[in-house]
């Protein structure tokens, strides 16, 4: 593995080597979507649907851990580190452990509020859930020091091992298709760990971060917590709120378009990724980082642009090619979900941004507009073009508001340079 890693890292850049990865593993990702809505029809992808939401809301829960290993893996040195990042794996630790026992307890209530098939689905994947949170404490570590050939490999493993998992389950065995793919995740959560930096650490270290720092990294949580919050809600509320109010096929097929519609999200996470420290090293060195906003936002607009454009013109073809002719139906609301995610994403560079400098009414104006997506959902579901629409209300108004605190705050900022 090792001999692997230093051959590729001579022959490609860090930074080209994680764009790549990223776009492979979201790809695979795709590609297990795809295959099992195609395999499994829209009745049945209903519930699978359910664990891929259970796994995104998961990974933003343990994004917030992932985050704060990023930015002090940069801001901490030695010995200080090593004690940050103990005790934030043991937290991580307990966090995942208390998840995952809920889950467990719950998941007789869970089946039936989505109405799936069995429970036991959600008993497997709450096994996997203290792992995942090690799994994400570690990728932090790799992110915050730009070992982005370690980040790389670890999504990777996660990715390829549960696509290979599950389509082998499924092939094999006549069993309950969501019980399988539940095993399949569960696996890659203990395959995504590798390579884990096991040296760094120490469950029994007595070292201690003193006062201030402490409440630095406190404050940085709770905020960024807050604001992973904010990205369950507005990423996945419509989701579990269709499979709740709408039949298994509508659930499908809806499960199917914002499948589809969400492509210009996951491509804006590749940038996120490498924002965050960027922008973190960039404010420790006293450089602008302006630069790097515009470029990301001008590159995730260019993209969501043409995603839209392609979904306005080719949905049934996209449709058809992706998932097969059983989804056709919700081929005229493509590019309007895809306009509402493509907004989405936009403001969300912004949110990401102020984050890493610290700024946080950002943070807070996508939760309230989190808040105010779910209520229209639960207020306004007659047909799942309604539930699409009023997304796309939401989401422009969030845009609006991100862009009206950019100029305020960006004006207050030359103003306050001209003056000294």
């Known amino acids: 593995m090792n001999a692997t890693i230093k051959l590729i890292q001579s022959k490609i850049k860090p930074e080209q080597l994680f764009m790549l990865s990223v776009l492979l593993v979201n790809g695979g990702n795709y590609l297990y979507n795809l295959i099992l809505g195609r395999f499994l029809g829209p009745d049945k992808f209903a519930d699978a649907a359910i664990l891929v939401t259970f796994l995104l809301v998961l990974s933003f829960v343990a994004m917030t851990f992932q985050l704060v290993a990023a930015k002090f893996s940069v801001l901490f040195e030695n010995k200080i580190f090593k004690a940050f990042i103990s005790t934030l794996y043991k937290r991580a630790f307990i966090v995942g452990v208390v998840l995952a026992l809920a889950i467990i307890i719950f998941s007789a209530e869970l089946q039936e509020f989505f109405k799936t098939s069995t429970s036991k689905m959600f008993l497997l994947f709450g096994i996997g859930v203290p792992f995942y949170f090690l799994m994400s404490v570690n990728r932090g570590v790799f992110q915050g020091k730009q070992e982005l050939t370690f980040l790389s490999v670890t999504y990777q493993s996660e990715m390829i091992s549960r696509l290979l998992i599950t389509f082998s389950l499924l092939y094999f065995l006549d069993f309950d298709s969501s019980v399988l793919i539940a095993v399949g995740i569960l696996c890659s959560f203990v395959f995504g760990m590798f390579p884990f930096k096991y040296k760094i ?220």
């Open 201 to 420: 650490f120490s469950f029994k270290t007595s070292l201690k971060l003193d006062i201030d720092k402490s409440k630095l990294v406190r404050n940085f949580f709770i905020i960024t917590a807050f604001y992973e919050l904010t990205q369950i809600i507005i990423n996945n509320s419509d989701i579990l709120l269709v499979k709740h109010y709408f039949d298994s096929y509508e659930a499908g097929l809806y499960a199917s378009l914002a499948l589809i519609g969400r492509v210009v999200y996951f491509i804006a996470w590749m940038f996120v990724m490498l924002l965050l420290p960027t922008v973190v090293q960039l404010k420790k060195d006293g450089k602008s980082t302006l630069p790097i906003l515009m470029k990301y936002v001008s590159y995730i607009g260019l993209i969501a642009a043409s995603i839209i454009v392609a979904c306005f013109f080719f949905p049934e073809q996209i449709i058809n090619v992706l998932f097969g002719s059983s989804y056709l139906e919700i081929a005229p609301l493509l590019w309007k979900y895809a306009s509402a995610t493509g907004v989405f994403a936009i403001s969300n560079i912004f949110a990401y941004y102020y984050l890493s400098l610290d700024k946080y009414v950002p943070v807070v104006l996508s939760g309230i507009f989190g808040m105010l997506q779910v209520v229209l959902v639960t207020v306004y579901h007659n047909s799942l073009a309604e539930v699409v629409h009023v997304q796309i209300i939401a989401m422009i108004l969030l845009l609006l508001v991100q862009l009206t605190y950019f100029f305020l705050n960006h004006s207050k900022s030359v103003k306050i340079k001209k003056t000294i």
